[in-house]
């Protein structure tokens, strides 16, 4: 079936440090991407998306480029601050055609140190 | 506007009780979702209702969950009765669409933490 693979966290970083989160995935079709994010204390909330091969999404200075032949979407940021504190989660949609069920995965704890 | 709010934010309770956990979506949005996230896991999808019909059930873990949403407004699911592996963080999120084309993005609350002892 259907699934989503994330590094391990938790990555401990300091502030301006550039950051990179692992993502790849196994589905049929072509699926949309998302990267989710969890500030402490609050409810998950859409950081960017990809909707076909090639595509970037970006958002407060992260971006991931949805990547096909390898069946990644690594999220990158080349400066992070300590607001960017969180846990980050990928995603795919399933069925690819719609929006109705996303897959997520176990999410990668960050924390970025002053 | 009033994001997804769910309460209670956090129930302990002991195996064999019942517990009931409410969602109220965005105002407006006919798609609401239940998940759940186990242990640090992987966050999981549980059921998908479209206004009061329960369009994808596919992920309810078995009979012992049941979802409700009455008038296609707020939602419960109720776990009855608990067991110990039912612990974990079930989040509730919303859309207003939900089919191809819809932007993808659902608006998640802040999630209900379930204890069972």
């Known amino acids: 079936g259907n699934s989503v693979t994330q590094m391990e966290g938790p990555v401990t970083l300091s502030e301006e440090a550039f950051l990179t989160i692992n993502c790849t995935y196994t589905a049929t079709g072509y699926p949309s991407l998302f990267w989710y994010v969890q500030y402490p204390g609050e409810g998950l909330q859409l950081l960017l998306k990809?909707?076909?091969?090639?595509d970037k999404g970006s958002n407060k200075g992260f971006e991931a480029t949805y990547r096909k032949e390898t069946t990644s979407f690594h999220l990158e940021k080349g400066s992070v601050q300590v607001s960017d504190s969180a846990v980050y989660f990928c995603a795919l949609s399933d069925p690819p055609g719609g929006y109705n069920k996303l897959i997520f995965g176990a999410g990668t704890r960050l924390a970025v140190h002053p | 506007e009033a994001g997804v709010t769910q309460f209670p934010s956090h129930s302990v309770i002991e195996k064999g009780q019942t517990v009931t956990l409410r969602c109220d979506p965005i105002?407006?949005?006919?798609?609401l979702y239940w998940y759940r996230r186990v242990m640090g896991k992987e966050i999981k999808f549980l059921l998908h209702?479209?206004?009061?019909?329960?369009?994808?059930e596919s992920g309810m873990p078995n009979n012992r969950f049941l979802a409700e949403r009455t008038g296609g407004t707020y939602s419960t699911l109720k776990v009855q009765p608990a067991e110990l592996e039912d612990s974990g963080v079930y989040f509730c999120a919303s859309s207003q669409g939900g089919l191809a084309g819809d932007t993808g993005e659902l608006f998640f609350g802040e999630g209900s933490r379930l204890t069972v002892l």
């Open positions: 105002s407006g949005h006919d798609n």
């Open positions: 209702f479209v206004k009061e019909s329960k369009q994808d």
């Open positions: 990809a909707t076909k091969a090639d």
